[in-house]
């Protein structure tokens, strides 16, 4: 039986179900999750009786002497299994968030070791095993999503940082780690509170996502809420495409030419410092000492009556 598709060209089904979404707390990201349909939210922060979504709590499990006796990693094994092989009603899996997520990781590699950090492991070894463990989980998420059709959502919390004095939101998420789940994303979205309004807007997407190919009429409905989703994006020319790599040549320029003016400012006050200090006389040898230290006279002697 040859395992090689019949060579014709077919109707794609282009439904997203890989989902990044980030924001600040209490900035409608976890509400956003929660109009998925059917979800199930793997919670880190402990709170998982205190919402309605069906929900269980993640967590290293510890024995009365402190010591893991069921790691998160087994414990989201386990769960990913079940979805996956036993008859249930979930559409949706939630992780809430995936920042902590991989820090249980690192705890149970670095008491699994008795070290500090996956660093203090030595050739590298702890890293690779963290890494391993990240890539796992995502890629097990995937084939969930594709042979259940169920919609993954990682939760990440806000970083904002500050680009040629412009705010900038990003996840939360290492980049290492943001890297290996957008790679497995069909959409990053950012969730903001603007006033009284929630925001909710596409900052990067897989492909240009069409509504009439998006066949799960739930998803197309939740998507038509956010900004951006469904945006063509627009073709750069050629001329357009070298002016702005020219542009960020400019800046990246500059920026250099300022940290080296900045590196020659400190240099040039550390001397001015030092200049400034009083000067201590050397240290003097011990014939030096000896030379000036002061003559002692002789005791005198009491003549003899």
Known sequence: MSLLPKNERKAAKETPRNFVIYGGT??????????????????TDGNAEMIETPSLNINNQRNAKGDITRSASDL???????????????????????????????????????VKS???IAWGKGHQMLEMMVRVLV??????????QINILYLSRLNIIEENDVEKHVPSLKLKWLNIVNGNSD???????????YIRQVESKRKNYTQDKVD????????????G?????????????KKIVAEQEKQQAAQQKMKQKEREQAEKQTEE???????????????????????RRPPRISPKV
């Open 216 to 227: 799960d009429e739930r998803i197309k409905d939740l998507l038509s809420t956010v900004i």
């Open 26 to 43: 209490m900035h409608g990201k976890t509400y956003f999750a929660d109009e998925f349909p059917n979800p199930l939210n793997l919670n």
């Open 76 to 114: 989201l094994s386990d769960i990913i299994l079940e979805l996956e092989t036993t008859k249930h009603t979930y559409e949706t899996v939630v992780i809430d968030v995936i920042d902590d997520i991989i820090t249980m990781f690192e705890q149970e590699i670095t008491e699994e070791h008795n």
């Open 187 to 197: 959409y990053t979205i950012l969730c903001r509170k603007m006033g009284k309004n």
């Open 118 to 120: 996956v660093g203090d």
């Open 139 to 148: 890629m097990r998420l995937k084939e969930l999503s594709m042979k259940k």
């Open 273 to 295: 410092n030092k200049a400034q200090e009083p000067k201590q006389e050397p240290e003097k040898t011990d014939a030096e000492n000896k030379k000036a230290a002061p003559t």
């Open 229 to 241: 989703a469904f945006d063509k994006s627009k073709k750069t020319s050629t001329d357009e495409a």
